[in-house]
């Protein structure tokens, strides 16, 4: 399986790429911060880093710098891939790289509006350059699979505004643009899903809280954040999606890592199956806020 992990460099994108690594797979990491810089995010998490886990995991981890808002380097990327592999069955879109650009629950009057364009650009955009220049390699043997990753599902979010006008939007066009890629990709045997964790510990999520992986459940954080995951069960659940078979069933629909899970009977690595959508839904927005250990 020859992979590219758009927005690998932390968090999802990164659990997708060593999951897939687990699976054999060599993986294109792809981000802008490397040892040698980091991006406008200013966090330590590289690349190179990913690619050493991909291939710790048992797959191949190549780091290939590319800022997908640049055609020109995407189009590079597609071109490396093309020559040194010659195919490519998985393009994962996970580029974000605006956790510094969006404020909570703000008015559009009241936003910086440049910071939102350019978490739209950042968000949206490259994900559109990724697939005008990945896909056309995607798509020369039958089978090709395209994730989409966003926050929250169709369904979800369809009914719910999402903490302000750019976010709301940014994850909903993703979500938008994974049923585009199945239409597209459909003549060509290919598979178009939207893929959303729940409530993720990433790098950042522990720092912020002031925890580690090891003592997580000590933040001090609401009830949702004892239904959290790890970036490894959603990345084992695309990476189940990527060797199935039949994964066309799944082409246009947007899911939950909680759905993957209970398809393909994964768990997250400490044994459980977090399901904080659910507990969401069940529980919060019902007014409670107990009962969240029946949700994990």
């Not at 399986?1 to 659990?15: D, E, F, K, L």
């Not at 195919?87 to 974000?96: A, M």
């Not at 993720?200 to 954040?225: C, H, I, P, Q, Y």
Request: with cysteine.
């Amino acid at each position: 399986m020859i992979a590219v992990v758009a927005g690998s460099t932390r968090g999802t994108g990164r659990g997708i790429a060593v999951a897939l690594g687990a699976a054999g797979a060599t993986v294109y990491c792809t981000g802008r911060s490397t040892r040698a810089g980091r991006s406008e995010m200013n966090r330590p998490e590289t690349i190179e880093e990913t690619a050493e886990l991909v291939t710790a995991a048992g797959g191949t981890g190549i780091a290939a710098r590319t800022d997908h808002l640049d055609p020109a380097q995407v189009e590079a990327l597609a071109a490396r891939v093309e020559r040194e592999q010659g195919r490519l069955d998985v393009l994962v879109n996970d580029v974000w790289g605006s956790d510094h650009l969006w404020q909570w629950d703000t008015p559009v009057w009241k936003h910086d509006m440049d910071k939102g364009l350019r978490l739209l650009r950042l968000a949206v955009d490259t994900h559109i350059i990724s697939s005008r220049y990945l896909m056309p390699l995607l798509i020369r043997n039958e089978g090709g699979l395209v994730v989409e990753v966003t926050d929250g599902t169709w369904s979800y979010n369809e009914t719910r505004y999402r903490e302000n006008v750019y976010y709301d939007l940014a994850k909903m066009s993703v979500n938008r643009l994974a049923f585009a890629w199945s239409n597209e990709l459909r003549p060509h045997g290919g598979t178009g899903v939207a893929v959303t964790p729940g409530f993720l510990r990433s790098e950042a999520m522990l720092e912020g809280f002031g925890v580690t992986e090891d003592n997580w459940r000590e933040a001090k954080v609401d009830s949702a954040w004892m239904v959290s995951e790890t970036p490894a069960y959603v990345g084992r659940g695309v990476a189940a999606l990527a060797q199935d078979p039949d994964r066309r069933r799944w082409s246009g629909r947007s899911v939950s890592s909680e759905e993957l899970a209970e398809a393909y009977e994964l768990t997250d690595v400490d044994g459980s199956r977090p399901r904080v959508w659910s507990y969401l839904t069940d529980v919060r927005e019902k007014g409670g806020d107990t009962g969240w250990e029946a949700y994990r």
